[in-house]
C-alpha cells in the first residue's frame, strides 16, 4: 500500500508540473491582444509636443523621423539622431525597425528600449 501511495504522489507531482508551465502561458497571453477603445472625442490624445515623451502606442518612423522626434526616443541623443539620418539618406530606407542596429554606435542594448516606440514603413 506504501509503494502505491508513493507512485500515486510521484504522478501527482509530475502533472502539477506539466500543467503550470501552461496555466501560466494561458495567464500571460490572455491580456495580449486586447485594446480598449473610447468614442470620447475629449480622451483621444492631443498632438504631441517637442518634448513631450512617446507613449507606448505611438511609433517613430525611421523612415521620415527628423532628428528631434528621433532624440525624443529614450537613449537616442543629438550624435546617434544624426547618424540613422546620414545612414538613411546614404543606404535608403529601413526595411524593418530592427535594421537600426546596423548604424555605427548603434547596439541590440541600445534597441530593445525602444523596439516598440519604432517603425519603419
Known sequence: MRLFRGIAD????????????????????CGRGRSVETTDPAAAPSTVQAN????????VNLNTATAKELERLPGIGEVMARKIIEYRE??????RPEEVI???GFSER????????????
Open 52 to 59: 513631450e515623451p512617446f507613449s507606448r502606442r505611438q511609433c
Open 10 to 29: 510521484l504522478y501527482s507531482i509530475r502533472m502539477r508540473l506539466f500543467a503550470l508551465p501552461i496555466l501560466l502561458l494561458a495567464l500571460i497571453s
Open 102 to 104: 546596423v548604424v555605427e
Open 90 to 95: 546614404q543606404n535608403g530606407p529601413f526595411r
Open 110 to 121: 541600445k534597441y530593445r528600449p525602444i523596439a516598440d516606440l519604432i517603425c519603419a514603413s
